[in-house]
């Protein structure tokens, strides 16, 4: 009996954090749905009507950032005033983009659209909320016509697989993926690294998963739950950018990146 209350307590602990995450998601969803409602807002959800909405999503998840993982951000100064592509590092659980998209409005009161998943877009309940902040499928249109109205725009090339397959070396599991190269070719904008410091060891999946893998590699559906959630210190860290060459090839301007 004791074995099995220390197991289920040590269970709890490991996914109490991102179980909490996911609450606050939805919650803030719902109340975004409500605020729709009381205030009947029509407006396009990318439209300055919807900023005050998103002042206050964008400092609750800053105060969380600052409680709980100290949260930092450097090197704003290298994002370009007009469009470019954000390139980043997926963690097991992206919290570490999240912080970063609010700091990043509070600060300037700028949106960086995000390429998400298509997964991401099946979830109930969360179309409203995706579409405020700035979430879309990514097709390479979408991207250009962001970038063509000044947007930033965020793309982690490895996605979901880098998200569940990776460790705390920080392997990039890109594959042969270079669409965000040539849209950024095409739409002659530059690349922009970016990378959180100890968004692996605050977030992890588990290691034995050969088996998980062959699954999400048939389903593309994310498979493992993440667990953890430790109070670790966060650091975002934003490169210097790479401008537009139109004498190099995608292939060339990934292995830049």
């Known amino acids: 009996v004791v074995i099995v209350s220390l197991t289920m307590s040590a269970i709890l602990v490991f996914f109490i954090v991102p179980l909490t995450i996911l609450f606050l998601i939805y919650l803030i969803s719902i109340l975004l749905l409500i605020y729709q409602k009381n205030v009947e807002v029509k407006a396009d959800p990318l439209s300055e009507v919807w900023d005050s909405a998103r002042q206050t999503i964008a400092s609750f998840w800053d105060i969380y950032a600052r409680i709980w993982h100290g949260y930092e951000l450097h090197g ?11 390139v980043y590092y997926h963690g097991a659980i992206p919290v ?3 912080y970063f998209l609010s700091r990043l409005f509070l600060w300037k009161k700028r949106l960086c659209l995000s390429v998400a998943d298509h997964f991401v877009f099946r979830l109930p309940g969360l179309k409203l909320l995706l579409e405020v902040v700035g979430i879309m499928p990514g097709t390479r ?17 490895g996605g979901v697989r880098e998200a569940l ?7 990039l599991m890109w594959g042969n993926r270079k669409g965000f190269a040539q849209v950024a070719l095409d739409a002659k904008v530059p690349i922009i690294p970016m990378y959180t410091q100890n968004v692996r060891e605050g977030y992890r999946t ?13 389903t593309r559906l994310p498979c ?25 090839t995608a292939e060339e301007l990934v292995e830049k990146v």
């Open 96 to 98: 570490d983009y999240l």
């Open 76 to 86: 704003v100064e290298n994002l370009p005033e007009g469009p470019g592509i954000v």
């Open 165 to 171: 397959f990776s460790d705390e070396s920080y392997q």
């Open 224 to 248: 493992i739950p993440p667990y953890g959630g430790l109070p670790v210190k966060f650091r975002t860290y934003i490169g210097e950018p790479i401008p537009y060459d139109p004498n190099i």
């Open 206 to 218: 588990f290691k034995e998963r050969k088996f998980f893998r062959q699954l999400y590699e048939s």
């Open 141 to 157: 249109k979408d991207c250009l016509i962001a970038l063509k109205n000044g947007h930033l725009v965020s793309i982690s090339p």
